[in-house]
């Protein structure tokens, strides 16, 4: 009897420890050390669709983690001038950043092609490949060969952009000779393979330029982010479809030593909010566009123009040199290439017959 009683006690007491084994657990992570993490933001945190969506996603972090995660946020150049703000990250001089990845194409080469690819993925399926394909594991990849201390995630995607505005129609190939554009990511070096000559201006001095005429038209983003700029006062040709940006993703930088240090659940709760705050910007930057364009073309007398199948012909063509060119020079430029090609490949077997047609 006295060896039962032995035995039932010391099973009990296991029992009980076993059972206080996930209320420690959950006391250990409930005292987990809150993160603030400084945040930098490459765009005007009113901005909408680039830079609007940022606050919604620090404070639904800091709501869904009862204050555990907090994004102080600041606005361009408070901190460190817009193009540092990766190596700043990097360094642990920010915790965080905010930006658009092409931005790195002179330090990360491949970087561009985690933002927007010329006549690549709309939405659905840039999204599908990253998150199903291997394009986060690549774009990590990306960051550390190339020395960053970062994890890198995307973490708001922005609708189909325009292909800019101009001061005069551009009808053949040969127009684009001598003009100088503002111009994003790889689709600057499509252009100049046509004649123009392409600069990367921060947002904040487009305007300023095209008012001076130090360059003749600008691409930027899609209408509702373009109203907010008032290109339409200065230039009155918009021409569509966005060749070089049907989906754009904005990536969230975080120091990876401040990454590491967080517990397992911060890590997870961030994880989620980004892919919460992907669909939200996606639904919000699609469901904006309609007014403004009505807007644009019933008040403020701008031209909405579309593309020739001639001008998308060359735009292709001239895009198909520019990847061939960097996959040459950066194996790392054509591991990400091919492997968006063949995700694609794959994916157009659905695409193909899923979809009503256009």
């Known amino acids: 009897m006295k060896r039962t009683s032995f035995i039932l006690a010391a099973l009990t007491a296991v029992l009980f420890l076993v059972m206080a084994l996930p209320v420690t657990d959950a006391l250990a992570k409930s005292k987990a050390k809150p993160v603030m993490l ?3 933001s490459m765009f005007p945190l009113g901005l909408p669709v680039l830079g609007a969506p940022l606050p919604k996603f620090a404070k639904m972090m800091d709501e869904a ?3 555990d995660i907090r994004f102080k946020l600041y606005d361009p150049g408070k901190l460190v001038p817009v193009t540092e703000i990766l190596e700043a990250v990097s360094n642990g001089q920010l ?5 658009a990845p092409g931005f790195w194409m002179g330090k990360i080469s491949s970087s561009a092609l985690f933002s927007s690819v010329p006549f690549g993925p709309e939405g659905p399926e840039y999204l599908a490949w990253m998150f199903y394909g291997n394009g986060l594991k690549l774009y990590q990849e ?6 960053y201390n970062v994890k890198v995630f995307p973490v708001i995607m922005a609708p189909p952009e325009t292909s800019g505005w101009f001061a005069k129609q551009i009808n053949t190939p040969a127009d684009f000779k001598g003009v100088k554009m503002r111009f994003y990511g790889l689709g600057g070096a499509v252009i100049e393979k046509l004649g123009a000559s392409a600069a990367m201006l921060p947002p904040a001095e487009i305007f300023p330029a095209l008012e001076k005429g130090v360059i003749d038209a600008a691409e930027f983003s899609s209408p509702t982010v373009d109203e907010s700029q008032a290109f339409y006062k200065v230039v009155q040709y918009n021409y569509f479809p966005g060749w070089h940006q ?4 904005l990536e969230l930088t975080i120091n ?5 240090r967080m517990t397992t659940t911060q890590q997870k709760l961030i994880e989620m909010g980004i892919r919460a705050s992907l669909l939200q910007s996606m639904a919000d930057g699609e469901g904006s566009q309609g007014p403004v364009i009505q807007k ?3 008040t403020r007398g701008v031209k909405n123009m579309v593309w020739s199948d001639e001008m998308l012909t060359a735009f292709r063509t001239a895009w198909e040199e ?3 060119e960097h996959s040459a020079k950066d194996p790392m430029f054509k591991k990400v290439w091919e492997d968006l090609q063949a995700f694609r490949k794959t994916y157009k077997n659905y695409a193909d017959i899923g979809f009503l047609p256009r």
């Open 296 to 298: 644009n073309v019933q």
């Open 322 to 324: 520019v990847a061939a």
């Open 38 to 40: 400084k945040t930098q």
């Open 256 to 260: 990876k030593d401040v990454w590491n």
């Open 95 to 99: 915790q965080a950043g905010y930006a």
């Open 65 to 67: 983690s009862g204050g």
């Open 142 to 147: 990306a960051y550390d060969k190339a020395g």
């Open 246 to 249: 049907q989906a754009t993703f």
